[in-house]
């Protein structure tokens, strides 16, 4: 999509949030963990992409939101965000509930709408084999997320 470039994190190789593995007064951390915070801190904007676990974000998307909260530079803070999910009957809409709650206390900024919760079992379904998503309405509806998302860490930056 023109002007917006998507990283996508590894969050698998962060060790357990403990402030006992922390340095420095506070602010010295796990490589894993320092090179995590600096991919955080350098992105002008978040899309959250994660399952539901038990109707809450996964324990290791909030691990990774812990260990990019520590330390006297805030990681998270200030920018914009958008979630997108796949999950059962309500397509992960109550996990994203909770992920908006914990970004609350990071000055994580969500857009509003558009939201897209993907029913990942419907049938036909929307997503093939590799997990690719294929359905032509559904993939419209990502698009506009992302604009959502683009415009508005855009206004961010004009500190509009
Ligand atoms: C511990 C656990 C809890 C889960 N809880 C939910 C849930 O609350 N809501 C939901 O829609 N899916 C839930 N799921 C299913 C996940 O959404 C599903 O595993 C995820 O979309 C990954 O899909 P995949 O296994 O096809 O890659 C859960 C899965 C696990 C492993």
Known sequence: MPGLQIDHVDISDLPMANPDLETDNGDGFPPEVESFRDRVLAADCFLFASPEYNYSVTGSLKNALDWASRG???????????????GGDFG???GSLHLRQIGIYLDIHFIDKPELHVRAFDDPPKFDADGNLTDAKTRERLKKVLLS???????????E
Not at 149 to 159: D, G, K, P, V, Y
């Open 72 to 86: 006297s530079v805030k990681c998270w803070a200030d920018k914009a965000a958008a979630i997108v999910c796949a």
């Open 92 to 94: 992960g809409g109550r």
């Open 149 to 159: 998302l683009q415009a508005f860490a855009l206004r961010l930056q004009r500190n």
